[in-house]
Nanobody, 120 residues
Framework: QLQLVESGGGLVQPGGSLRLSCAAS????????IGWFRQAPGKEREGVSC????????YYADSVKGRFTISRDNAKNTVYLQMNSLKPEDTAVYYC?????????????WGKGTLVTVSS
């Protein structure tokens, strides 16, 4: 069964850091682009970052550039999202997604999400 599981969310103070993990089972992440998305209460889902499978190119939303870093560890079949200098507006449920065709808004496989709350 193909599955993505996010972890690493939690409560953090403004300015703090968290590292989210996206672990895959049932398939190999090497051949898939992996994206991170988030959805805040009352808002639409937005793309945060993505890493391609072909050459490891990375993409970031303007709102997180310079603060978030996406990376992949193929040996662990896991993709990470390092989030630094967190702001209250980063509060959301974060989802990872995988697609064999590349980065985009409508990816094939989705996790169930992990909640990130940035608050003092």
């Amino acid at each position: 069964q193909l599955q993505l599981v996010e972890s690493g969310g939690g409560l953090v103070q403004p300015g703090g850091s968290l590292r989210l993990s996206c672990a895959a089972s049932g398939f190999t992440l090497d051949y898939h682009a992996i994206g991170w998305f988030r959805q805040a209460p009352g808002k639409e889902r937005e793309g945060v970052s993505c890493i391609s499978s072909s050459d490891g190119s990375t993409y970031y939303a303007d709102s997180v550039k310079g603060r978030f870093t996406i990376s992949r560890d193929n040996a662990k079949n896991t993709v990470y999202l390092q989030m630094n200098s967190l702001k209250p507006e980063d509060t959301a449920v974060y989802y990872c997604a995988a697609d064999g065709q590349g980065c985009g808004d409508d990816m094939d496989y989705w996790g169930k999400g992990t909640l990130v709350t940035v608050s003092s």
